[in-house]
């Protein structure tokens, strides 16, 4: 049956390389895996109150149940299974649990020696070897069964003689047998030198020194043989051969291989850990070939990087170079993994605690961990915005059919070669800003997040994908304005903007029973705002078109307003050209009766360095407004004022820009006229 707090997560194909299988919110914990096949693993650990755990699938972690132990107080640390049937667990408090009929029954064996066990490894289902510490000192004993982890007997194995000090204690903290004649166990011994004072022979202390070991037999644990590598050994080891090994360390990996079937041993620092994810200490380790590995690594709360986890990278190279690969957890530490075949794979741990809840953790891969691709580094890491750089992209997945390489939204380029897994060589594209849907880069430069695509998807955001372009252009400022009020069906202004790819933007005030239409200079026009107030007989309509100047050359623009359903009633028609203007950004309008308040609008812009344009229309007076003084949130003056005598309406233009610090909600508002009619428009004009 399901453990209380244990939710089954369905596993998703492919995309994301890692998603999570099952979880739970109780407080428990997984810290080590055996998968014998691809459809039984089992998964040890404790549970809330601290005793001993094991979960079990027979289905490929579609389903996980809480196997029955007898026993408490005590952790589990290690699992092998031999096969899907047999399967023992090693624990603290000398405590070894065992299963013979696939997990139905379990039979709890203590007072094994060793005070806590650390690992164990079956590689029949009679034969199995186990590492201990004693807890007192000394050298934890190497424990050997010969009938399926019933009964125990140590195995002599002597830590070096060193002629840095005495013995204090050493420990074998885990262990690899690929057969039951050839076993690798790897761990730590430390030393005390003597630190003398300043007469002869007389001690005032000791001082600590701790040394990696590796322990090796080719005989069954007959006899063991010591060694002391150059190396700095984690817990963490698989050995998919009688010849070759690979273990875990602090930001690196070591190969262990033989070349006389395990008589001698030699070890390798592989790399410093995939590219971007600085440090990553291997916690657990699973080889399925010599080549092939799965490691993941432990976190603690303060080193997730809640944007894009790592606690898991790959190897096809014996561990010469590793590969990040995702995670569907941002808070999490993964402790063991295991893999059934190269492409699936468990790795358990437990969520890191958020608002005091924590709880084991089953994630799963059916593709051997890998996914749509990660972004790391990015090098050089700020250029030109007129593009044109050759740099280089880190991080891995880049050999699953790379279509393109985004600069921001909308800036692709095809311009790219891809080195290998984890390297691409990339053209900066011209830095240009889509029109917005959101937020948008600003100012003299411009960050934006580089994404790689490929057949299996992009790459998420993560603090290592950053661009900045250079001599980006400013704000957008005034290119060219005109306006014309008219009482005929028309009204049309001739502007010169000042270069191609300028923004036309087209205001027109006009009463609210009207329809306005928007054309002229050959080019597109689309509306950015189109809003009446509702009051009956003479109130107002305010209309905002935008259109790009595609001209090759710069050349007079004659743009025209079109209204009908009109009557006799008089427009107001004001077009300004905005270089440097990606397009509209935030809108707003606000209108107003006798009576009420004064002109004020309220607008949210998207991003610092905007324009904010207004355009104010009142009906039933010419009395020219002012801008409110403060405590006004903004004070704006007049960009321009025009008036119908006919009608007895007016139109007025202001403006005010976002400033660097950001937007917040900007409020604008204007003296209020005799009569107190009055609609009030704004528009965001967003900078490249």
Known sequence: MLAAGFVLTATLAGCLGWVTQASSSDGSALTAISCPTSSSCFAVGRDESSNALVRQ?????????????????????????ADARHCVAVGQSSQAVVTTDGGSQWTTYDNVAGSDLLSVACPEANSCWATAETGSGAVGPLLHSAD????????????????DGQLSHAVLQAISCPSTETCIALGTAVYLSTIYGTLPDVTIGYEPHEISVLATTNDGGTTWQVEVPSAAFTPALSCPTTTSCVAGGSGTSYTITSSDQGADWSVTAGSNGAPG??????????????????????????????????????????????????TDQPNASLHAVACATATNCWAVGELLPQAGISGALIVHTLTGGVSSPLVTA???????????????????????????????????TTQFTVESDTELTVTTPAFVQPTPTGPAPGGSTATVDVQVSTTLGTSPLVQGDQFTFTNVPPVPVPDGI??????????????TPGATGDLLVAMIATFNGATVRVSGGGLTWSTALDQADTVTGDGGRISVWTAR??????????????????????????????RHAVGIGATAFASGTPGGQAPNVLITPWETGSWIALAGFDPDSTTTVASLPPPWPVSLGLDGSYSDTVEQSQMWFQHVTVGPSGGGTVVAGDTLSPEGHWDLAAVEIIAY
């Open 57 to 81: 699938s027979i289905d490929g972690g579609n389903t996980w149940k809480t196997d029955a132990l007898s026993g408490a107080g005590f952790t589990l640390t290690g699992v092998s299974c």
């Open 148 to 163: 399926g982890g019933a009964t125990w007997t140590a195995q002599q194995w002597a830590p070096p003689e060193s002629l």
């Open 277 to 326: 994810n600085n440090p990553f200490t291997i916690d657990g380790i699973s080889c399925v070939t010599t080549m092939r590995c799965v490691a993941v690594n432990s976190l603690t709360p303060a080193q997730v990087d809640a944007k894009y986890p790592t606690q898991v990278e790959s190897t096809s190279d014996g561990g010469q170079t590793w590969a990040l690969q995702a």
């Open 378 to 412: 990015v090098s050089p890491s700020q250029g030109p915005a007129s593009g044109g750089d050759l740099i280089s992209i880190t991080g891995s997945g880049f050999e699953n059919g790379v279509t393109g390489v985004t600069f921001g939204p909308g800036q692709r």
């Open 482 to 495: 005109g306006a014309d009020t008219s009482a005929a069906p028309t009204a049309s202004v001739t502007i």
């Open 549 to 578: 100047n595609t001209a090759d050359a710069v050349v007079p623009v004659t743009v025209t307003s079109a209204i009908s359903n009109n009557g006799s009633w008089a427009q107001t028609l004001q077009v300004e050209a905005f």
